[in-house]
């Protein structure tokens, strides 16, 4: 078992930025791939971006925008996210894969408001 928690949504005008964190806990595998997913009500959950032992991948719509990163001492993920638009606005989940078994976390709301 993996638990995920994520912190960093809020409400940001336009342009701002947001940091989010995920903080992973149980029995976290050396070799995961970690990723940030978002939903809007309506839509399904799409990826934002993930990263897979450093090797990363991003959602053409937040290319240039946002960026990934992880501390693996402190199993934990990052995404930074910079020129925020209102068409970013979601629930943002965290995920974890590994091993064929996949872990989300419970999600944070990111409001951007125009």
């Known amino acids: 078992q993996v638990q995920l928690v994520e912190s960093g949504g809020g409400l940001v005008q336009a342009g701002g930025s947001l940091r989010l964190s995920c903080s992973a806990s149980g029995n976290v595998a050396s070799i995961n791939t970690m990723g940030w997913y978002r939903q809007v009500p309506g839509k399904q959950r799409e990826m934002v971006a993930t990263d897979t032992s450093g090797n990363t991948n991003y959602a053409d719509s937040v290319k240039g925008r946002f960026t990934i990163s992880r501390d693996n001492v402190k199993n934990m993920l990052y995404l930074q996210m910079n020129n925020l638009k209102s068409e970013d606005t979601a629930v943002y989940y965290c995920?974890?894969?590994?091993?064929?078994?996949?872990?989300w976390g419970q999600g944070t709301q990111v409001t951007v408001s125009s």
């Open positions: 995920r974890y894969y590994s091993g064929g078994y996949y872990y």
